[in-house]
């Protein structure tokens, strides 16, 4: 139906050909001659435009399925292609094969656009595009592509160096506060201690001063003990001495080996 | 593979310029081969379209990077391999074949479209060496042991 134009005129060409002859035919007919060869031609004539219209038709019917293809393409769909060509190489034939060619390198290379790309963005630096087999036009694309997807590598590469540094760096930078606050710790409490240890030092040189003074009011007494009773040895020895040897008429005295309150003594000391 | 077809010596070697491009529906059926590999391949497009693809496998091939290839594809990720095929009269040609999933909008898998470059000298010298081992342990645990530990062993050479 597609066809029906063009193979609309042929027949249209074909019929009117083939009716030209009948008409000629006819003429002599009815002219009074029957002319045998030209009914004869008149009837291969008319044999050969009916094959004709067959022939046609099925010699244009790839065109349909070109334009289909075709159509399909327009629409962004790179995968159909046109089958069943005949084997005859006319210019048909050969411009579906011409079509089915250019398909095959525009099929290909969106295609390793598309994955050279999309393994870019995944981290698989390594997938180039691949241009082999392509020919001008789409080769170069590729080429150029490569060169921009190995730029967007090494981007991303030192975009990913950085992050990671950045990320050492805060690791590093969080110990170092952890690192740094547990110092601290361990400072205040080595302070504390020294606190502690310097007030117990206080402590001492206090606990220190008031033994020296408590030894001194010790030694202070004992000394005044000391001093005491020497004196009274002294005294009551002398009043002894006095009682036996100095004072006349006292008669008998007790003496008494051991000190004793209990001395009848004529007069108390002084100091008592 | 379902043809009996006798290997011969013969390689066909591909142009730099050139690729062979070939798309199949989800079960592996060829849906479209171009010019290039309908010359390469020997076959017609009539006898192309609608056959399974593995009509060009090489029986040089282990069937492990198939089976790797398969569990890529289908898993949505696209593979390359090296890979040797076979023509219709027995040559040989060595590709560096890319395969990727074809997505309809709704992003589900209506087939896959391979593109077969030309390969480096250095790399079809290298996989011919390994799948000519990975062809030999295939085979020996095919002959000998059961079929579970000739999953094992073409798992091991995967890595």
New interface residues.
């Given amino acids: 139906m597609t066809n029906s134009s063009l193979q609309f005129k042929v027949s249209a060409l074909m019929w009117s050909f083939s009716a030209t002859m009948a008409a000629a035919t006819l003429t002599d007919l009815a002219l009074g001659e029957i002319n045998m060869p030209m009914v004869i031609f008149m009837l291969i004539v008319i044999a050969l435009s009916a094959w004709g219209q067959w022939a046609i038709r099925r010699w244009l019917a790839p065109l349909a399925k070109l334009t289909v293809v075709i159509d399909e393409v327009a629409q962004g769909k790179f995968?159909s292609?046109v089958?069943?060509?005949s084997?005859h190489k006319d210019e048909i034939s050969l411009l579906c094969?011409s079509v089915?060619?250019m398909l095959?390198q525009l099929?290909?290379f969106f295609?390793e656009q598309e994955?050279s790309f999309r393994c870019n963005s995944e981290g698989k630096f390594y997938r180039q595009a691949?241009g082999?087999?392509?020919?001008g036009g789409f080769k170069k694309g590729l080429e150029n592509q490569n060169i921009l997807l190995l730029g967007m590598a090494d981007q991303k590469r030192s975009a990913m160096r950085t992050r990671m540094l950045s990320r050492v760096h805060t690791l590093n930078t969080d110990k170092l506060l952890s690192n740094l606050f547990s110092s601290q710790q361990d400072m205040k409490v080595i302070t504390d201690n020294m606190e502690r240890l310097a007030s117990l030092a206080k402590q001492t040189r206090e606990d220190a001063d008031e033994s020296r003074s408590s030894v001194k009011d010790v030694v202070q007494r004992l000394s005044g003990i000391v001093e005491r009773r020497v004196s009274w040895i002294l005294w009551a020895a002398c009043t002894r001495w006095w009682k036996c040897w100095g004072s006349p008429g006292t008669g008998m005295m007790r003496c008494k080996t051991k000190y004793s309150m209990h001395w009848r003594v004529p007069r108390k000391p002084v100091w008592a | 593979m379902k043809r009996d077809i006798t290997p011969t010596s013969v390689e066909k070697v591909m142009r730099e310029d050139d690729f062979i491009v070939s798309m199949t529906d989800k079960t592996g059926r060829i849906t479209y081969g171009n010019r290039i590999f309908i010359e390469f391949s020997g076959y017609s497009e009539d006898e192309l379209i609608g056959t399974q693809h593995n009509i060009i496998r090489h029986p040089d091939m282990p069937r492990a990077v198939f089976n790797l290839l398969w569990s890529k594809i289908s898993n949505r990720e696209e593979c390359f391999a090296y890979v040797k095929n076979m023509a219709k009269d027995g040559s040989f040609y060595w590709v560096f074949t890319n395969v990727t999933p074809t997505f309809d909008p709704s992003g589900n898998i209506t087939g896959y479209f391979s593109v077969r470059r030309k390969p480096k000298a250095s790399g079809v010298k290298t996989a011919s060496e390994v799948y000519r081992l990975m062809l030999e342990a295939e085979k020996k645990s095919r002959a000998g042991e059961c079929h579970r530990s000739f999953h094992q062993n073409s798992g091991q050479h995967f890595e």
């Fill in positions: 995968n292609r089958i069943d060509i084997e094969w089915n060619d095959d099929g290909t295609r994955t691949m082999t087999g392509l020919h």
